[in-house]
């Protein structure tokens, strides 16, 4: 069983930024990817960003693109996502996600592992 925690979380003003991390811990830790979701009130649970395990190969959601990145370290067990330029419609609860299944996997079911989610609020 794996266990994600993620930390960083909290309130801050429009343009300001945000590190949100993750660490993993519990059997050998060794995804395929990890991603970053985000979820609001009422909908459904929205990619963010991922990272390869291996080779580090990245991927971005348009609407994050630029202001976002995500990063890994492997002897850590640690994935972070460095938020830059934050916008009041960013505000949203991120959940840190691990996948053990080949392919490019963007949604939500395909990953096996959640963090808590902790929240993020934006202030105008």
């Known amino acids: 069983q794996v266990q994600l925690v993620e930390s960083g979380g909290g309130l801050v003003q429009a343009g300001d930024s945000l590190r949100l991390s993750c660490a993993a811990s519990g059997r050998t830790f060794s995804p395929q990817s990890v991603g970053w979701f985000r979820q609001a009130p009422g909908k459904e649970r929205e990619f963010v960003a991922r990272?390869?395990?291996?080779?580090?190969?990245?991927y971005y959601a348009d609407s994050v693109k630029g202001r976002f990145t995500i990063s890994r370290d492997n002897l850590k067990n640690t994935v972070s996502l460095q938020m830059n330029s934050l916008k009041p419609e960013d505000t949203v609860v991120y959940y840190c996600?691990?996948?053990?299944?080949?392919?490019?996997?963007?949604?939500?079911?395909?990953?096996?592992?959640w963090g808590q989610g902790p929240q993020v609020t934006v202030s105008s």
């Open positions: 996600a691990a996948s053990y299944r080949y392919g490019f996997v963007l949604t939500a079911n395909g990953y096996d592992y």
């Open positions: 990272i390869t395990w291996i080779g580090s190969n990245t």
